[in-house]
């Protein structure tokens, strides 16, 4: 379960200055769609979880460990946070093969996701001896999903991962996701500027607009 | 004709020496110092990238000079080396390394700077988001991604090493089989009247040798670059 009530106020935002209330609670096995035009500041809500961005007040909860807390200032760094955050541009390190990408994030001590049920669920075992450069934007992307599943989230964040992608690619990519949602139980959160696609993978869909998570009603 | 004597093989290898003792003393510093240039905003740093710079444009002579003062014999600090330590480092090939050390510097910096702004912050935060304390991102992440960069600095600071002069016969002198390398011995041998054959022998010398390490970094740099790709 991942407990979010969080105030953000950013000043300098790229677009114009941004303030943004967002509370929701979310539990495993759940998938919780935002969709937001652009600049509506989905990317800031998806960093403010994972600590690269901090909010100016509120509580982020996972379970019953606290990542952030603004009274009690307390502020879990990112690398403490069991995040898996899926970017927009896979971000995938250039210098290693897929199979070191996907290790890159593992704890040391086994975790329940294992690095053979990530490769069955995504096929991308033959993939493994590769380097980023030489994969296609769908191949990429499913990557960049296994590592983040391998860094044992708490939380699955997806920051439109497919909008990098051309419609033939994203058809292709598509059901992967909804396998891994599927297939792994986790809360995930799906952002995208895109209806239908958010309406396809998760369970129910809410709008950042005006500064405000809202549940449509 | 064509075989080395062993003076000149001594002086050959010894101007090796310096020059790889000098790119492992500066490998650390320069990382460090590039990486606080090229990643940090502090109060100050306009001074320190000037400082650092410094050895650029200035005589190497001054340098020379004001190394005798720091470290000399009788320097602030080397007066303080010779007496708890007995470390000397003038007339040591050891003030050889440091003073082209001190030259190579900039050079160093310079370009592990340039490859460290060419990494992409983007792909740190990323590390960091998978569990990586920002020593780890460091050194899985953003070294290995300038590594360019720290070769480019090692080879420049070679050569530089190779090439230097002023500021090694200023601090460390001209000694024989100890501080003379190879620009210091072409000098020594233009000084006396029957030098100039022996002067051109190790000017060739100097020019093999210097061929001899470009080609080196080129198949370094060509094996980095299919091991990345």
Known sequence: MLTVDIQIHQPYAVTSPLDLHARFELPAGRCLGIMGASGSGKTTLLHSIAGLLSPASGVIRSHADVWFDAKQHIQLPPWQRPVGLVFQDGRLFPHMTVEQNLRYGMPVSEGQISLQDVVRVLEIGALLKRKPGQLSGGEKQRVAIGRALLRQPAVLMMDEPLSGLDDHLKQQVLPYIKQVIASFALPTLYVSHVREEVAEIANEVWVLAQGQLRQPV | ?229
Request: glycine share 6%; net charge positive.
């Open chain 2, 1 to 229: 004709m064509w075989t080395l004597s062993p003076a000149e093989l001594a002086i050959v290898l010894l101007s090796l020496k310096v020059a790889a003792c000098c790119v492992l003393v500066l490998l650390l510093p320069a990382i460090g110092m590039a990486w606080l240039l090229a990643r940090k905003q502090f109060w100050g740093h306009a001074l320190v990238d000037a400082l650092v710079h410094l050895p650029m444009v200035l005589p190497p002579v001054v340098l020379g000079y004001m190394l005798l003062v720091l470290l000399g014999r009788r320097g602030w600090i080397g007066s303080w080396l010779y007496e708890q330590f007995h470390i000397q480092l003038t007339f040591h090939w050891w003030g050889a390394v440091i003073a082209s050390a001190v030259m190579a510097f900039p050079l160093m910096v310079r370009a592990i700077r340039q490859a460290l702004m060419q990494v992409n912050p983007l792909l740190e935060q990323a590390a960091q988001t998978l569990g990586a304390s920002p020593a780890k991102t460091f050194f899985t992440i953003t070294l290995p991604l300038a590594y360019h960069g720290v070769l480019t600095g090692g080879i420049l600071a070679f050569s530089r090493s190779l090439g230097e002069f002023g500021a090694t016969i200023t601090f460390a002198g001209n000694l024989e089989g100890e501080t003379r390398t190879l620009p210091l011995a072409i000098y020594s041998l233009t000084q006396s009247p029957e030098g100039d054959a022996a002067a051109l022998r190790l000017v060739i010398l100097s020019v093999l040798v210097s061929v001899a390490a470009l080609l080196v970094s080129q198949w370094l740099e060509r094996r980095l670059l299919r091991s990345q790709r």
